[in-house]
């Protein structure tokens, strides 16, 4: 025989109360959102029914209750039993399970938060339907009574009145009863009061604030807008976008932050759906890349998750995500086109985003050449104009190695680009493929070697006895010493390491620590290339340089060229190995002893 599952709502509500809401506060957003939705079933039969919505706080009702009325179609006996009665019974769903677009409501489990503050909820209501007036009352263990009273209540419609649990008295009282009213349902389409101490005061506004007014221009809507964002958001909005897309039934506003937006940060926009606030942090709005915006919307096509805290990832979503982001795009391009002084600011302020769609949009993309700062050798400036003068853009994937060679680029008259930061080198590639392989191609540090000066045969010959010792104190650290005639003349020495060597270096470290098996894949791979894994290009512009040839204390020498190569590992922010630092420790030691002298 089949059976009917039983339902523990102690444990139901314990479920609700610590893993689907994230406070105790929803209860009043579900009870007016039952009471809207109410109002609407009402007045889809009947347009002419009254649309009214009060709440009286316990201040008001006096017997430790809070209570709420509305003017909506009511229940009758059966109704209590099959929709209040029961959990996931909902009047708001049609013959196919489907949602009913008209309401709020869909899960039929909302009125089970209000047993997150109350240990008893009982309802009066009177049937539009003509049935005789009924009472319900439910108590936080699972059990109701019904009682059909036709003098119960003479009004179509429904009072909800609940008993606070001992520790929850502060839910019913009236500041935070106006005050969760106000931020739930300052947007609904039914009138919203909320009485206390000293009278009634009507929560919801005439109209969205987002809306432009009749007698409003662009101008003064713009900076009705940012004023809103000022108030609401807490922010001066460097721009302010209004929204519109009739297919979803969307409107709003977005709101670029100023300068100082942190990429890392979670995008918070402000979402009511069919007029009801779903949260002041909802996220997955707006693309990744638009990080720098925050959006408010009102929305009847989204659906939210059940807890109604946040926004549920169907397609619809994915298309309105896409759809926003589109605007967004349109707007920052027509801003380069009617203030590009101002687009130019607003490009340098968030170009990780930017930089970060530009890589699949190609207006875009020629948005971020045109604006987008970079670090180069000839200061720091937009593609656009760093390509003016060099008909290649020769960049380095890599910060460090950016800073290294740059002097040396810069003082050669090279033009090196860094393009070391996220995104840079696959904008650069991006660049090439539309532009052609030589707009951009990176530099091997081994190429800038090729552009340095050679140093004549008089001072090659000077330095042969400090180049042999280098070589030999240089062989332990897999670097060999090279000689060239190259400026800043204040630079003595640089390290390079090319992609190939940089390998085997790493290979050669992770060697010294492997077991037995790897040391001798490790190994194969070490010896597989020739040649140190990196160079050390002495510059013998350099006064010290020069002086090295001169040293005849050989020890005095060798710790000379260690201090030096130190000195280049520094210069490249590459990290330090244990053998560096040891190389440091030492040779500073020994050259401060020296120093210092008997
Ligand atoms: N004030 C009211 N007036 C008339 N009917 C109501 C009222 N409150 C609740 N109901 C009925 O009780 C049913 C269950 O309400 P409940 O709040 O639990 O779920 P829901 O509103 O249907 O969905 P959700 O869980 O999404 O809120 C509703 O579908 C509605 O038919």
């Known amino acids: 025989m089949a059976q009917t599952f039983g339902v523990n709502l102690r444990g139901v509500i314990d479920l609700l109360s610590h893993h689907l809401y994230s406070s105790p506060r929803v209860y009043l957003r579900e009870l007016l959102q039952n009471a809207v939705d109410a109002v609407t079933a009402r007045r889809l039969a009947d347009p002419s029914a009254p649309g009214r919505i009060l709440i009286e706080s316990t201040e008001r009702t006096g017997n430790g209750t809070l209570r709420i009325t509305d003017t909506g179609i009511g229940l009758d006996e059966s109704e209590v039993h099959s929709l209040l009665s029961t959990l996931g019974g909902t009047s708001k769903r049609d013959e196919l ?186 996220e997955g709005l707006l693309p990744d890349w638009a990080y720098f915006v925050r959006c408010v919307v009102d929305t009847s096509a989204l659906r939210p998750t059940a807890s109604r805290e946040s926004l549920y990832e169907d397609e619809t979503l994915l298309a309105v995500r896409d759809a926003l982001g589109t605007r967004l795009r349109d707007w920052l391009l027509r801003l380069d086109a009617t203030e590009p002084e101002r687009a130019g600011a607003m490009l340098a302020a968030h170009q990780l985003g930017i930089k970060s769609v530009a890589l699949i949009d190609d207006e875009l993309l020629r948005l971020a050449e045109r604006w987008v700062p970079f670090e180069t050798t000839r200061g720091t400036m937009p593609l656009r104009q760093f390509r003016r003068g060099h008909a290649t853009v020769l960049y380095t994937p890599d910060v460090d190695e950016f800073r290294q060679l740059a002097p040396v680029a810069r003082a050669q008259g090279i033009g090196l680009v860094n393009a070391g930061y996220a995104y840079d080198t696959e904008l650069l590639k991006r660049l090439a493929t539309l532009d052609g392989a030589n707009t951009a191609r990176r530099v091997e540090p081994s190429e800038l070697l090729a552009a340095l000066g050679r140093p004549s045969a008089q001072v090659a010959a000077a330095m042969k006895r400090t180049m042999s010792v280098a070589a030999k104190v240089l062989d332990s650290h897999d670097c060999e010493p090279m000689l060239r005639d190259f400026d800043p003349v204040s630079l003595p020495a640089l390290l390079v390491a090319d992609a190939g060597g940089a390998r085997r270096r790493d290979a050669a470290d992770a060697r010294e620590t492997a077991d037995p098996l790897w040391q001798d894949l490790l190994g194969r791979l070490v010896d597989a290339d020739s040649g140190a894994a990196q160079q050390l290009v002495l510059n013998t512009r350099n006064p010290l340089v020069a002086r090295l040839a001169g040293i005849d204390d050989p020890t005095l020498l060798e710790t000379a060229v260690l201090a030096l190569y130190v000195h280049a590992v520094l210069q490249s922010h590459r990290p330090l190995r244990p053998k560096d630092t040891a190389t440091l420790n030492g040779s500073f030691l020994d050259l401060l002893d020296r120093a210092i002298g008997d």
């Open 97 to 282: 399970g489907f949602a009913r677009q008209d309401f709020l409501g869909q899960f039929g489990v909302g009125l089970l938060s209000c047993f997150l503050v109350a240990d008893e909820v009982r309802l009066v209501s009177r049937s539009a339907n003509g049935s005789p007036a009924v009472r319900w009352v439910a108590h936080g263990d699972g059990t109701y009574e019904v009682e059909v009273d036709d003098t119960a209540r003479a009004e179509v419609g429904t009072t909800v009145e609940l008993v606070p649990r001992r520790d929850c008295d502060h839910w019913a009282e009236y500041d935070t009863v106006a005050m969760l009213a106000a931020e739930f349902g300052s947007l609904l389409p039914v009138e919203v009061r909320v009485a206390g101490p000293n009278g009634q005061v009507l929560v919801t506004e005439d109209e969205l604030p987002w809306t432009r007014r009749k007698d409003e221009s662009v101008a003064q809507h713009h900076e009705r807008l940012a004023e809103y964002c000022r108030e609401t958001m807490g922010f001066e909005p460097f721009d302010v976008v209004p929204l519109e897309f009739g297919a979803v039934g969307l409107t709003g506003a977005a709101f670029v932050l100023p300068a100082g937006a942190n990429p890392g940060t979670r995008q918070a926009h402000r979402v009511y759906l069919k007029r009801m606030l779903v949260g002041t942090s909802i």
